[in-house]
């Protein structure tokens, strides 16, 4: 498409000094501001699909990513409950469904935890060992203390909870539960005593700040529950796809009963980060056509400076399409070569993300991040082919397209007006 005479002029074009009427100064700015703009673009994507990865990570490593629910039955008292009795042969049918890793009986109830004079309000969930060591970022967690083979003697709380009470593994916590054994005085509350058999960090603050697991058994005799579960939490191979599981696991679960998945959950979270990528995605966009539109303001002193060459070229027989091209190749080889720099800058940001932030954190004098605001304990990044590639499409396109102006402007120069005070 390109003749190797085109590529030499506009070469010569681009590094030209100023002395020749060249424009080497705004070649570089402009150069400069695609190769930033690029890189601010790829730097946020990677930023928000750190986020969006670390956000599910830990919301599909540490809760269900279904949970099947009773609508209720009314017993002989005349009192409705939720619970499931047969919830063994409903974990079984729904560890049948394709798709379906496991799916784990459990009792959950909230309590108060104390220890050392310090309170806290947390959320008890009552799982078998063999269960909880398929809830993955539990049994594999970023920090742990203690073993989760005691875990049938004791219970397991989570690192900021542990913090907040100032226990550790080996220690012990009372558990109060306002719903205790029913006397003829009315309900007095249930207070006992565990063993904190392991903690764990899942690296989710609202997940280690209030979770504490305890044997199922021991749960059902805690929350009243004997004989039954409060629902059924199901694993799947696909977290992202659960959607197109439900109607098998609703069908698998069978009437009376029905679903709630991590994505009811976790939808104002979801929601909020997908209304937050496109905003920051239009925002970046405009500071790339900003960038891009250097390149117009560059090329248009170059044909103006240039302008006898233009004339006598166009004498010596070059067409008006063959201008346009070396015009074209002088401001599209300036976004190529920006945008190459600016995905190498916002791919090794997105890299040593880790060591980047630490600096920024030692230069600010620490506290930067809150995981108690932002809820995961550290700033992620994750490169994506989709993310990089959008942005590479999006800055050749613009410097593309604002190159065509100055270079058709070009083009259409009339060589005798271009040579008339030479």
């Known amino acids: 498409m390109f003749k190797r005479y085109e590529w030499m002029i506009a070469w010569r074009y681009l590094r030209a000094r100023r002395s020749e009427g060249g424009i080497s100064v705004m070649t570089w700015i402009s150069l400069i501001g695609i190769a930033l703009a690029v890189f601010a673009l790829i730097a946020t994507l990677a930023v928000r699909a750190g986020f969006r990865y670390e956000f599910v990570g830990t919301i599909v490593g540490a809760n269900p990513h279904v949970s099947v629910y009773s609508y209720g039955e009314t017993l002989p008292d005349g009192r409705l409950t939720r619970t499931i009795s047969n919830y063994d042969a409903l974990a079984d049918a729904l560890a049948q469904v394709p798709g379906v890793t496991s799916a784990m009986p459990v009792v959950e109830g909230q309590v108060m935890a104390t220890a050392n004079g310090r309170n806290a309000g947390v959320q008890v969930i009552g799982v078998s060992l ?31 909870l542990a913090r907040e009470l100032g226990v550790t593994a080996g220690d012990r916590v009372r558990l109060i539960s306002p719903d205790g054994q029913k006397t003829p005085m009315g309900t007095s509350p249930r207070i006992k005593v565990y063993d904190v058999a392991y903690v764990f960090r899942v690296g989710r603050y609202d997940i280690d700040r209030i979770r504490v697991y305890m044997p199922f058994e021991e749960a059902q005799l805690y929350f009243n529950r004997t004989g039954v579960a409060d629902q059924v939490h199901v694993v799947t191979t696909d977290p992202e796809s659960v959607d197109m599981l439900a109607p098998a696991i609703a069908a698998a679960a069978g009437v009376g009963s029905y679903l709630f998945t991590w994505k009811d959950n976790a939808g104002a979270f979801l929601r909020a980060l997908q209304m ?20 117009t303001s560059g090329l248009v002193m170059l044909v103006k400076n240039k302008g006898r060459d233009i004339g006598i070229l166009r004498t010596m027989g070059l067409t008006e399409g063959t201008v346009l091209r070396v015009f074209f190749l002088c401001g599209a080889s300036i976004g190529v070569i920006g945008t190459a720099i600016g995905v190498v800058l916002g791919c090794l940001f997105a890299v040593y993300i880790d060591p980047i932030f630490s600096f920024v954190n030692w230069m600010a004098g620490g506290g930067v991040w809150d995981p108690s605001v932002r809820f995961i304990s550290a700033l992620p990044a994750r490169l994506e082919l989709g993310d990089v590639l959008s942005a590479v499409a999006l800055s050749l396109t613009l410097s593309f ?13 009339n060589p005798v007006e271009a040579l008339r005070y030479e």
């Open 401 to 413: 397209v604002v190159t065509i102006f100055p270079a058709r402007r070009a083009a259409r120069m």
């Open 130 to 160: 063999e269960d909880l060591r398929r809830v993955e970022l539990v049994a594999n967690p970023e920090e742990s203390a203690g073993s989760l083979d005691d875990f049938e003697s004791g219970i397991a709380l989570g690192a900021v």
């Open 276 to 295: 937050e990528d496109n905003i920051m995605f239009v925002i970046l966009s405009i500071l790339v056509l900003i960038a891009t539109l250097n390149i």
